[in-house]
């Protein structure tokens, strides 16, 4: 049970970075982000 929770949380913090990567990519490019 604990190795599937640590398995969620990695999860959750790859989606995370990937997200705050792609909001970074649009700032640069000029695109409006609203949050």
């Given at each position: 049970m604990a190795n599937q929770v640590q398995q969620h949380k990695q999860s959750?913090?790859?989606?995370?970075?990937?997200?705050e990567a792609m909001l970074h990519a649009m700032e640069k490019n000029k695109i409006e982000t609203e949050v």
């Amino acid at each position: 049970m604990a190795n599937q929770v640590q398995q969620h949380k990695q999860s959750i913090q790859c989606l995370v970075d990937v997200t705050e990567a792609m909001l970074h990519a649009m700032e640069k490019n000029k695109i409006e982000t609203e949050v």
